[in-house]
């Protein structure tokens, strides 16, 4: 068997582990607002529908908790549904279902029942998408046990990542960066393969400074540290979580315990974020090798501004520079 | 679309156990005095629990006492491939679904029942605290039963507040738009804690919900075994048959408090018990079996005496069923520890073996 | 409780026009020309803000075209005093009720618009983005009103697709408890992005809704402004003199793609949108008040130009209104910026000064 | 005019805030399941539907998405609401209206509208309760800017603090821990007062370490510290931040700048939790004064157990003494 590989973007990625899953195992069943004839608002399920039928592939009534009421119960009863909130925003409206309920079923059936189940939604600034379009999550679900939360960066990523978190027994939120889904296109091998959850990736290896990031803040990351490297001779390592709940702390530890400075790096609000959990994450294991406090960059603790005011929200390369050099000094 | 029989609740047995339509057709004898006894375990475990609670042997309990007709009737017409979903009250249900006692009791020392007392899995979904999420459960359970063609049908209990939840209403709407095998059960038992059912909705009955959701709706006397099994398995068998949904609400009536914590004396009468308390439906169920000749004095007594028996047997089991460690919190979080409640886990113990 | 009356949208208007009702009392030329004039105002804004967005120079938006009548019909009845809510799709209805084409446009900009654009408080709410959250927050204006007796009443919009959420049918359910001086009117466009009325709900009508919460409902021709302006009016007035909520279905089109992200070729066909081009509710009312001599050729030429002058206008000066500073997120989080934001705001505009 | 001055356990204290507001401002309306004839089931709104009648005080149907929807209606047409959520776990199912609409109508009309209005509710483990009526929120609202959470430990403060609350132009959440209800009763006075919001209280002064706490963990620590001082002779200094967001940063870097050591207390999940925050703020601000990593103790990172088990998981003295004596080691 020859491995073929062709360049796709997210989007392509994500559709296509959906559908090697749908055709590898008949208990995958996908669900969601607008995701059978329209292949959904960004047609991640383009032409599964037309593909597997509207018994594996089906459009919601517009009710959030209804879509994750419904796919908790599916999950239990043989299936393994994947649903889709059309905006990960929306997913406030689900809280309960997905904290109270999907979250705590295996816990509260010691066992006996529980939620093999995949919840992907879209979610990231910078593309001008109304209200409650762009708000990043990810970090309201450290608060909430018995969940698992992915972010993949790239479409390799992705693509395997996605199939591991349907292969998971346990309910996983998948979160996919609205400004990554076509941004660049990656080799992807067109058989299936998974990404083992709770691996974080070194995308670039360092030795004088770690930034520890995710999703669309990876490539922010990437060239704030390639200019700050020309600038400065630092040599920089970035490690990109890929799976925020549970987290690598371990890739963490071993990173900053060898270069002794960090910055992490999200979209999302500071106060109580993925940032402030790395930063207790340092705190406990490697205080000692820390030579300068670890740099917390990211979303401003506003809401999520109206378009017109994203950009100047969102962390750009400037800022992630001025806190890197800031990092770096003596 | 909403006609009389959304008015009157249909009944099979008046207040004095008389036959007053005609008999549902192919139940047995033995069948019937399952069902009757079926009704005492339920009274007799609910109000052992109740008692062990005063004792400080159980957690926080919401009696089911009156609702034994609803509670039996509505998981009597199931096969064993069925599933059940209900709210903390929907104990009985679960029992005729054929959940042991002693799994139910060994729920309420405050730990989660382990695999090994639950036994063969029942499909019984854990007993729901929080109102009304487990209607959507149920026609998700139902909607796989669809989609796997495998003939399984759901009964999806719930209380009459529950009806005002968001999820009750979404879970009627999909379950129309997705013809799903499901009975929705409302137990409008007439309080959802102090608050009345008037106060819960402006509409007469909570059965005029369906027709906004295209799905049928039934009301029964949910204080009539008979009745109550009769509605719902024709709703079992339109589901089988792949007819899809129904709406059921079976008026009946908490008589106890609504859990062991309330006080129902600040906000109901003694009168409006005193109504309920000759409705009461085992009376009813007990007089029809005497008058047809299933029951006399003397099988009654010992069917009763062996009913109490068998709980305090089951409650026994459970009592005696080991608990968890103190670090069984950590199981079940996922299917496998993560890093970070392994190491959790490891602190815990040695924390807890450094203070021994 | 369930009639004829919600099976047949109430017309007054046939598709040529003609009145086939008595028309509703009261009503000036002067109104009726007013709001002719409106619908085409709401027509030319939307389609501006298509092409603005076309250019680069507004953000997504929802076109309403073909729901002119809904929208204006449903605010026209309402006092100063009175509110109004409604999704991204009721900028007809906020119009009618009197907020400027400026301060809309404004926010198309991607700004909230500020104080000083919006000018006077015209009691509608910011358009709502999150599907059937303002149902609720309609109810609970027209709650504040009853509680502080103030006779003020709401009209609460959303669309068909919203009906499935749990909150719309909690805001149905609460009107109806408390009696709420509300509206509810459900703008059924017969699309939730691709999602057909059809597969929202089994239920053939949406208005079959309010029995099951107690709430009086009414479906009326969404394109026929008179039909809806007089069951919105009636609606009102009942909410006024203290009879409580209800429930307004009016059947329309959006004839437009659901938004400028959006492409509706791949869900619907031709033959749906002709069918529905032929109801087109600005022809209608046109036609109507030709046949009644209330406009002539000439006096609609110049209308028409006049409302299109209008919008040109009221666009050119929310695009000359300032724009916030860079760090104008940070304003209107809290009444006052609390510690952590001014420092935040701090080290924000000490960066883009060093960045400049 | 004479002051005063009774004992009151934090129930009476925050019935008696209750009533002088609704006494004081008509603006002030109250709304909740079963808070009317039963005075809520934990009597918190005893007597109030009596006396200020069902217009000022009422039930409502069983749905908190309903609640804060409504609530959030009333806030904006001139009413002051106070909304009881019967139990905080429950919040999850108003989420959205809450941090998609109470948090942001300000914020989205530029100030035009605006929902001055209160949620309350209890919480808390240690007491037997059922599933999710124990759950500690407070850490998942770090996350969803626009609204402040404040969570009183005493009855002094419960009711300056519910005072300033309904106060407060902006929505407060006002978390009330069940198991210190009716603990111990303090000095009140009958007067009304207000405590400001945002401030922590230093509820003990000390030089060797600061402990960052509130709720039911306040007690828990000044036992701990008691019994470290004891053995150890270390002077420990505690604070009660009383308001979790905005959170007194300030009170937090000037006593850990002082003390070089800290640890933080609280009964929520750690990741992405309060600690996590305070942690973040402790490394930006004094990292240089650490002489220790900063203790973290709270939840551990499963779900709320069940009552058999919930006690283990609960932080207790041995386990925040132990804690202590590591972070107090050289
Ligand atoms: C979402 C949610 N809100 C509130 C509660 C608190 N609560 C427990 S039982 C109950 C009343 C339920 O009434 P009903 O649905 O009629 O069931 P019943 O208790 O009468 O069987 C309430 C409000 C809860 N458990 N879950
Ligand atoms: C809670 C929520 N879920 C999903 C969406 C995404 N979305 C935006 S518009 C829309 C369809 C709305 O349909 P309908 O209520 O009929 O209003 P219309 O667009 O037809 O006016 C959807 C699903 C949203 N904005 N909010
Ligand atoms: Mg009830
Ligand atoms: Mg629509």
């Known amino acids: 068997m020859t491995m073929t590989i062709t360049r796709l973007t997210i989007i392509e990625a994500l559709n296509q582990a959906l559908r090697l899953e749908l055709e ?16 959904g608002v960004f047609r991640v399920t383009d032409g599964l529908q037309a593909q597997f039928g509207e018994n594996r592939v089906f459009d919601t009534p517009l009710a959030e908790s209804g879509i994750i009421g419904t796919t908790i119960g599916m999950a239990i009863n043989g299936l393994r549904p994947v649903a889709e909130i059309q905006f990960a925003g929306f997913m406030y409206v689900a809280m309960n279902q997905l904290v109270s309920q999907a979250a705590r079923m295996r816990y509260r059936s010691a066992g006996l029942y529980s ?9 990231g600034g910078g593309v001008r998408t109304p209200e409650m379009h762009s708000d990043s999550l990810e970090g309201v679900f450290l608060q909430t046990p018995g969940l698992k939360v992915v972010l993949p960066s790239t479409p390799y990523d992705a693509k395997g990542l996605l199939a591991a978190a349907i292969d998971d027994p346990d309910p996983v939120i998948f979160l996919e960066n609205i400004k990554l889904y076509r941004s660049f296109k990656q080799d992807v091998p067109a058989e299936r393969y998974t990404i083992p959850l709770g691996k974080a990736a070194t995308i670039q290896e360092g030795h004088d400074l770690t930034i520890i990031t995710y999703g669309a803040m990876v490539t922010v990351s990437q060239e704030a540290a390639r200019q700050v490297s020309e600038q400065t001779g630092a040599s920089i390592e970035i490690i990109d979580l890929r799976t925020i709940w549970p ?21 999302a609000p500071l106060a109580g974020g993925v940032g402030a959990e790395v930063v207790a994450v340092i705190n406990e294991n490697c205080l000692y090798s820390l030579l300068k406090p670890v740099a917390r960059v990211g979303g401003y603790d506003t809401p999520f501004p109206t378009p017109g005011l994203e950009d100047h929200y969102l962390p750009t390369v400037p800022r992630l520079k001025a806190a890197l050099l800031k990092t770096l000094e003596d | 679309m909403h006609t009389d029989a959304l008015e009157t609740p249909y009944q099979l047995l008046d207040l004095d156990g008389r036959l007053t339509g005609s008999m549902p057709s192919g139940i047995t004898d033995e069948q019937l005095r399952g069902w009757y006894r079926m009704m005492w375990l339920t009274r007799f475990f609910s109000n052992k629990i109740v008692a062990l609670q005063r004792q400080g042997r159980a957690t926080t309990w919401g009696p089911l006492q009156g609702q034994e007709a609803s509670a039996v009737g509505m998981a009597a017409p199931l096969q064993p491939r069925d599933w059940v979903t209900g709210s903390y009250r929907e104990a009985g249900a679960y029992m005729t679904k054929g959940l042991s006692i002693a799994a139910l009791t060994y729920y309420t020392r405050g730990y989660a029942t382990p695999r090994e007392l639950t036994g063969e899995d029942t499909r019984c979904l854990p007993l729901q605290i929080v109102i009304a999420t487990q209607t959507l459960h149920a026609v998700g359970l139902a909607m796989a039963s669809k989609i796997r063609n495998a003939g399984e049908v759901v009964v999806g209990g719930c209380g009459d507040g529950a009806t005002s939840e968001g999820d009750f209403n979404e879970a009627l709407n999909f379950a129309g738009v997705f013809k799903a095998p499901v009975v929705m059960v409302v137990v409008n038992n007439g309080w959802a804690i102090s608050t009345p059912r008037s106060k819960q909705s402006a509409a ?17 006397d949910g204080n009539d075994l008979l009745a109550v099994f009769e509605v719902v398995r024709e709703a079992v068998d339109r589901a089988r048959a792949g007819d899809g949904p129904t709406l059921v609400e079976t008026v009946t009536y908490r008589l106890g408090a609504h859990t062991t914590a309330d006080d129902p004396t600040r906000y109901r009468s003694k009168e409006e018990i005193a109504y309920w308390e000759v409705r009461d439906p085992i009376k009813r169920i007990r007089q029809f079996l005497f008058d047809r000749n299933l029951l006399d004095e003397t099988e009654d007594k010992h069917l009763v005496e062996e009913a109490e028996a068998e709980v305090a047997r089951q409650v026994e089991i459970a009592h005696n069923h080991a608990t968890p460690g103190p670090d069984g919190f950590f199981d079940h979080v996922y299917q496998e520890l993560t890093p970070r409640l392994q190491r959790q886990r490891d602190e815990f113990q040695q924390l807890n073996l450094g203070a021994k």
């Not at chain 1, 939620?115 to 979610?123: E, G, L, Q, S």
């Not at chain 1, 702390?249 to 979209?267: D, L, N, P």
């Open chain 2, 204 to 220: 007469a009955r909570l059965a005029y919900r369906g027709a906004g959701f295209g799905v049928p709706a039934r009301l029964v």
């Open chain 1, 24 to 39: 590898r195992d008949e208990r995958v069943v996908m669900l969601g607002q607008d995701i059978g004839k329209n292949g």
């Open chain 1, 115 to 123: 939620c093999p189940m995949v919840v992907r939604a879209p979610f």
């Open chain 1, 247 to 267: 987290m690598d702390e371990e890739a963490i530890v071993a990173s900053v315990s060898k270069t002794g400075r960090a910055a992490v790096v999200h979209e």
